[in-house]
């Protein structure tokens, strides 16, 4: 029986095109922030979702709503970076920058007991379909351990194509295989 690298249980709070820039933590900040719902808000909108990894790709399925037949696929190599993070406001702190931002959950300032913003698994991913533009993706997670392990996994299955490809591309390996 096949099995994801890991399942998630978590809420979709959908993708944005990252406009000001792409590269890395900093790539994140201004689509998650059209994403997620930085004001006091009661209730988080979003679609409860299974998130899985799996060594070929990331697969989101429904749970509820009228997509609730529907899935997503994401091929592993569309991948571009993916981080677990959360929300923090900063401002009193000499940090570059500042203010609001999402701060990877190993920084000191994501930690805040009783923080009232979850772990979010941030992954953007290029489109394979029509503009083939890098789109962030949003999941709220349950908890961090959540989110690391969704990083976690990523992190295996992308590595893993890579030594696949690489290893298609060096002949000595093949010979030394067939003998």
Known sequence: MVLPLCRCRVLYIGSAVPTITKDGLQGIQQPLKERYPIEDT???RGIDSWLSVWSNGILLEYIEGDKKSETNFWPINTLHYCAAVRFVNISGYAIEGGGERFLPLDSPFANIPDSPHPP???AMMRRTTGVKVLECHGFICTN???ANALVRCCFHAYADSIYL???DKIPGLKA????
């Not at 030394?176 to 003998?179: D, P």
């Open 120 to 122: 979010i698994f941030a």
């Open 176 to 179: 030394i295989k067939a003998s």
């Open 42 to 44: 009661p209730e988080t």
């Open 165 to 167: 490809k690489m290893e």
């Open 144 to 146: 961090s351990k959540a």
